[in-house]
């Protein structure tokens, strides 16, 4: 995608203090008036998590419904499953949820979906019976080729790396993770060593346990890549202050890694990607209220309006898990270049 043309997307959707209503033609904003929907993020106090919902709140109150935001302390399943059964008895009309994990939340959604409740995943999946769609923030395969190459440049395409994720049982990252192995299984790549794949939880400070770990038991190691927010802000703190010579490439938000980003000794991370947050939770409104208006029920092949966003109207994929998906857009990459852009923006 051309940067200018992004930048101005991404700025003005940040910076608007209003959204145009969902509206189809044969429905207004209006109509939604007295329906609930929910979002259940993956955590409390985890700033990507809480720029989408900001995202699906706006989206929501714009179209002149009620927005709930559930939020579990930690990044569990079993923290997750209560607040989708006060939803159920709350008698909400969706629920939108980023699981902690792929399976564990299904018969809780499948409750839900039983009691009419329309159900979608979004950042991160649960398993097909259990949602109408999933929003996806951008392409597996395009997000594992870009880690792939981030690690092949940064690291000179030889030596040992790690991989420091969320959850074990997070379907996104898993995803990314595969994605990238299976990239890197071509000849090209054969010079690097995966040593390990470890997971941080998505919790701050268990993540930078986990990096110092990986400092010691690696002292040849080159490249941490880290495809989550909340692990690559905290690696990125740690090798910095150590001033170790390993590099770090990953998903990151601009606003907590401009520190960071540099391509000299000073700084840990060369570069990194991401999306925008907030239009992950943008998307999922307006996939919300196409669902509770019943203008699309999640099949292959059926599109819907998404306001100004720049992909309007979306058009609904195949998932590689055999359900269906919603494709945000495509990684961008954030470097010393244009980190200044972004930081104040999310």
Known sequence: MNKKIYATLLTTAMVMTTITGYCTTTQAASDFSGKKFSIVIRNSGNPYAEKEAAGFREVIEAAGAECIVKSPEAATADAQIPLIQSLISQEVDCIAIASNDVNALTAALQDAMDEGIKVLSLDSNVVPEARQTFVNQAGVNEIGLAL?????????????????????????????????????????????????????????????????????????????????????????????????????????????????????????????????????????????????????????????????????????????????????????KFDPSNIDEWKDIY
């Open 148 to 332: 792939a190459e981030a690690v092949y440049d940064i690291s000179g395409g030889e030596g040992q790396y790690a991989i420091l994720s969320a959850s074990s049982q997070s379907a996104n990252q898993n995803s990314w993770i595969e994605a990238m192995k299976t990239t890197m299984e071509d000849e090209k790549y054969k010079n690097l060593d995966l040593v390990e794949v470890t997971y941080g939880d998505d919790e701050p400070q268990k993540s930078t346990d986990q990096t110092q770990a990986l400092l010691s038991k690696y002292p040849d190691l080159k490249v941490i890549c880290s495809p989550t927010t909340v692990g690559i802000s905290a690696a990125a703190k740690v090798l910095q202050d150590n001033k170790s010579p390993v590099k770090l490439t990953g998903l990151g938000l601009p606003s907590e890694m401009s520190e960071y980003i540099g391509d000299d000794d000073d700084h840990s991370c060369p570069y990194m990607f991401l999306w925008n947050p907030e239009d992950v939770g943008r998307l999922s409104a307006y996939t919300a209220l196409a669902l509770v208006d019943e203008s699309i029920t999640g099949e292959v092949g059926e599109s819907f309006p998404a306001g100004d966003m720049e992909n309007s109207p979306y058009t609904i994929t195949a998932c590689d898990d055999g359900g269906s998906e919603i494709i945000l857009g495509p990684p961008y």
